[in-house]
């Protein structure tokens, strides 16, 4: 059964015995709550919804230092091969198989944090599971769609407010995702983006049939 851990942020790693490990958004130096160095993790691929700092963070390190394969939009894949790292570039609508299972990159309504590109998200398959991981993003109607063709398993949604959804806009994407279960991230690491993820629990285990889990950072998620 896959493992996702949450490093803090929007840093998740996803695991499972015998096969890749794969890193997403690893904002590790810097970061407040992350309970680990960059120097400690071990990833075979790194998927990177968008290059604000906060998401970009140590990809190119530790994809050069593990020699993983940073997968995202064409403009940071550019980016991360010109710093020397194995990139894969996809674009919003597109998917590819990996060794691990299927990627296919979301619309996602934020910034890109490099010229020319585009903010994403991604839908990924691994270990007989499909996960929605929506990067930074406000709330859209497509999550809709997202959700009827796809029916994740696993939802991870930003809930902090300022930059992306806040709590009531996030319970009304898990409506719209019917996933079966939803992990909140983007808050809490400044006060900026402060949330109670237990209103955000409370609101979407009354209004919706997905179940919520919240992990503190460094907890994990067997599912
Ligand atoms: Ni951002
Ligand atoms: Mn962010």
């Not at 309970?35 to 998927?47: K, T």
């Not at 963070?57 to 994809?63: F, V």
């Not at 998917?95 to 990159?105: N, Q």
């Not at 696993?154 to 806040?166: E, K, V």
């Amino acid at each position: 059964m896959p493992k996702l851990t949450f490093l803090g942020h929007a840093c998740f790693l996803l695991e499972e015995k015998d096969q890749e490990t794969l890193l997403f958004d690893p904002f590790i130096t810097g970061n407040p709550l992350v309970p680990v160095s960059a120097e400690e993790i071990r990833a075979d691929y790194i998927l990177v919804s968008h290059a604000h700092g906060d998401h970009l963070g140590d990809a190119y390190a530790i994809a050069a230092k593990n020699d993983a394969l940073l997968i995202s939009t064409a403009e940071i894949a550019d980016a991360a091969q010109g710093e020397g790292c194995r990139a894969h570039a996809l674009h919003i609508g597109g998917s590819h198989h990996f060794s691990f299972g299927r990627v296919k990159l979301t619309l996602a309504l934020h910034g890109s944090g490099i010229p020319g590109g585009h903010a994403c998200g991604f839908l990924v398959g691994y270990g007989g599971k499909k996960i929605y991981f929506a990067g930074d993003t406000g709330l859209f109607g497509d999550m809709k769609l997202i959700g009827e063709l796809n029916s994740p398993d696993l939802a991870l949604l930003p809930i902090g407010d300022n930059f992306t959804m806040g709590i009531d806009d996030a319970v009304v994407a898990t409506k719209f995702l019917k996933a079966g279960q939803v992990i909140p991230y983007h808050f809490n690491t400044w006060p900026l983006i402060e949330a109670d993820p237990q209103l955000f629990k409370e609101k979407v285990e009354q209004q919706t049939e997905t179940e919520c889990i919240i992990l503190q950072p460094g907890e994990c998620h067997i599912f």
